[in-house]
């Protein structure tokens, strides 16, 4: 491969210089026409900047022009955008120009979607040509896990619109493929040249209104009483309501720099790509981009020559301290780094070998801890959005995210647009927690992150780093008796405990799409669990206390929460706190331990006034004292002979006449006192939940665990929790249910008092939904003729068809040792079909349907329900009760 030679060590030289970007052709021509005739954007002589604006967005890229666009599309008036250098000299100005629809996420779909769509429309608003060319995908598989990887998505594109299928497909002389198994063309996915997007994008924007100002810096953002009031820049101050932190790489910083820090997890890597000059023949336009998963690397036509750059195993982190260096001009290139890539593009192509190298280019790209991109409104400053940390895929996401972050500014609670179809808690910074914020749990997770873009992503994969930061008290004792560990929020929890006989190692390595090895291990920490007693430890779990000196408790709750909180003292309340749309902000149970205290307990481990309003925060800062419990040990004792458990340790009757269901008191158990018990578990099972004080907590496990001896007692981990609540049709915040879900959506709503004196937040939201109807109703299916053993099995995002139509996705499944079937939850939608206007769900629609759920491209029969098996546990109960009599007995 003629000029190549700087892989043994020699330099390269950079021909592809600066200049050549921005002056070759002529897209420089309109850009310089569009400047001299633009006095808002001309960079000669600067325009004075305007003292106030409505919304001022910081960042001139791709994204940052979007979001603009999008404002002034929707009528605001008054944007300002302001770029520290020049428009699009950051990420943008070195962007592949790869836009592709295949996303895992369906609301990112969405907006890829929307992005194709926009840059077409740009160029007739314009008439400036963006370079976009529709050419397809390719993506290969080069073994059976990544083809089964490639079949799910292909099941996911397929019901949101995008036209997919699995072929095999004829390659020309230049591609070398016999190692492959199968590969999947998308049609009609764009491919967007050059840099004239973000061109037409900012023209577009300025016609229409938006100020531009380049070389103006944000030094930092000016916050009072919680809310955004201005920006202070290097050229003066500006008054604003709104600020919009579209500034890539540099938004960690900017947004440290504010008078009340807002925290922005991400971190930028190199990312490395190869131009070369045009082969002969020349490579056509209109060939796929080709995608090789398993080699790492993308390959695409560039001016008749190879655009092909990847994401190595071992990336390169850079640190962003400070913004002196305004525009990548300088990156340099490093050919050990590419080295891996390089030789797998070789593989691929071996006819590169004699061509000609134009350039390696090295563009740093932002990414963020869990590869999705951050948007919304920050928790801690109203007025503050972000849009950033785009994973790489800026190109794709750009302009569908800039709308949906301009609609983020102005939706009301029954927009049309923010639909529970557009499921945005993965996309929302709220999401993340304190952990993220550190700048060097960011720099060695985005080194994690980067490689995984394209690594094959099995069920239940884990994140390596950030581990073991937050730990149990018990994480030692139960380390050593065998439990394998997953992080959720930085927090270690046991998946299940792998007996003494099993072999650790195999079973770690175990990662399958079918019947995972440790089917049989949770499987008996479920009969457990329903035959004897099981410990699970549940310290994850957020624990907080609220106090006041009067009622104000009581009525800030009333406020927050949609059930009635008005309870005698020591009872438990299931309820939600929503926000004005009647979606669920958090969903909790609330112990009233006095007439001015009361105990929460949720299953995140985020604090959970997080994702919760403004008006929240402000009333639980000022009105009452909160007391996050960090120092407590939770223990979930699941199961029927839980009762004798802490009745011998106590020395207290735990019958349900003594201690009803739904209720805590605080006792003794062993030595130790102020021990919270409630009557409750997490899984329907019957069982307690213990918070301990963290300097009892060996103690109390220890008795616990001894005195369970001639119970059968055993730990068990959240695979089987999971197993049990999906069962029992239990929904989880997080995974089932989100900011946009309802209760009356869910089944819930036994759990809102509409009638209690307090007008609580969405209750308006919720009359409205009562009166309307529900457009999606959280549903139950058994899958009927699916083989456990030998068949896929369904994890979460499988499509549901309803008599033959699209129907919706599933959010949770598990296997029912119960049931010994999959048991899968999610959303059932109705869809007119020749409008396809959403309309009402009724349970008579649900329970006419014959249903259907793909996986992997296959389809099995499932069963619909509305309601939990609850007749068959309670029969299964009494029959194992009556066998541990027998037993006993004898």
Known sequence: MRG????????????????????????????????????????????????????????????????????????????????????????????????????????????????????????????????????????????????????????????????????????????????????????????????????????????????????????????????????????????????????????????????????????????????????????????????????????????????????????????????????????????????????????????????????????????????RCIMGETPNVRGYFVLAGMNSAGASLAGGAGRFQALWGVFHPFSVFFSPSNRMWPLDIKRFGALQSSRTFLRHRVMEVMPLIYELKVPRWDFQTGRQLRTSPLYDRLDAQGARWMEKHGFERAKFFVPPAKDLLALDQSKTFYKPDWFDIVGSEVKCCKEAVCVIDMSSFTKFELNSTGDQALELLQRLCSNDLDVPVGHIVHTGMLNERGGYENDCSVVRLNKRSYFFFLNSPIFPCAGSSQHTRENLIFSCVVTLLLSFLALNLIGPRAVDVLSELSYVPMTPDHFPSLFCKEMSVGYANGIRVMSMTHTGEPGFIIYIPIEYALHVYNEVMSVGQKYGIRNAGYYALRSLRIERFFAFWGQDLDNFTTPLECGREFRVKFDKDTDFIGREALLFQRQEGVTRRFTMFILEDHNTDLDLWPWWGEPIFRNGHYVGTTTSSAYSYTLQQHVCLGFVQHFDLETGERLVVTPDFINRGEYKIEIGGQCFRAKAKLYPFSNLFAQKWQKDAMELGDVQSK
């Not at 390659?171 to 004239?196: C, H, K, Q, S």
């Not at 971190?267 to 995608?291: D, G, M, N, R, W």
């Not at 590419?338 to 593989?347: D, G, H």
């Open 4 to 371: 190549c030679c700087a892989v043994q060590g020699r330099a390269l030289p950079r021909i592809l210089s600066d200049a050549w970007w921005w002056t070759r052709g002529p897209r420089w021509q309109s850009l310089c026409r569009w400047r001299r005739g633009t006095s808002t954007a001309t960079e000669a002589v600067p325009t004075s900047l305007p003292t106030e604006a409505r919304v001022v967005i910081c960042g001139g890229g791709i994204v940052g022009t979007a979001v603009a666009y999008h404002l002034s599309k929707l009528g605001w008036k008054e944007i300002l955008l302001l770029e520290q250098g020049r428009l699009g000299a950051g990420t943008t100005r070195f962007c592949a120009g790869i836009v592709s629809t295949v996303k895992h996420r369906s609301i990112e779909t969405k907006m890829a979607d929307y992005s194709n769509k926009l840059y077409q429309q740009l160029e007739q608003e314009t008439g400036i040509k963006t370079g976009y060319v529709k050419s397809g995908s390719l993506s290969l598989a080069q073994t059976q896990d990544r083809l089964i990887s490639l079949r799910r998505l292909v099941s996911r594109l397929n019901v949101v619109g995008e036209k997919c299928e699995m072929v095999l497909a004829a390659f020309g002389p230049l591609f070398e493929v016999p190692d492959l198994t199968y590969r999947y063309r998308v049609n009609n996915t764009p491919l967007r040249l050059g840099a004239n997007s973000f061109i037409c994008g900012a023209l577009a924007a300025n016609r229409i209104g938006v100020q531009i100002h380049e070389r103006t810096s944000v030094t930092h953002v000016l916050v009072e009483k919680g809310h955004v009031i201005g920006v202070e820049t290097d050229r003066g101050h500006i008054d604003c309501d709104y600020f919009v932190n579209c500034a890539g790489q540099w938004a960690y910083e900017l947004g440290l720099s504010n008078e009340e820090p807002v925290t922005i997890p991400l971190h930028a890597c190199e990312h490395f790509y190869l131009l070369t000059q045009p082969l002969q023949p020349p490579l056509q336009p209109s060939l796929p981009v080709i995608t090789d998963l398993d080699g790492r690397i993308y390959i695409r036509d560039w001016r008749g020559g190879v655009l092909s750059g990847g994401f190595e195993k071992t990336p390169k982190p850079l640190f962003t301290e400070g913004r002196n260096q305004l525009e990548f001009s300088n990156m340099h290139e490093d050919w050990d780094q590419f080295e891996p890539l390089l030789s797998a593009l070789l593989r691929r192509m071996p006819a590169l070998e004699s061509s000609e190298i134009l350039q390696l280019v090295n563009c740093p790209e932002s990414f963020t801890p869990d590869m």
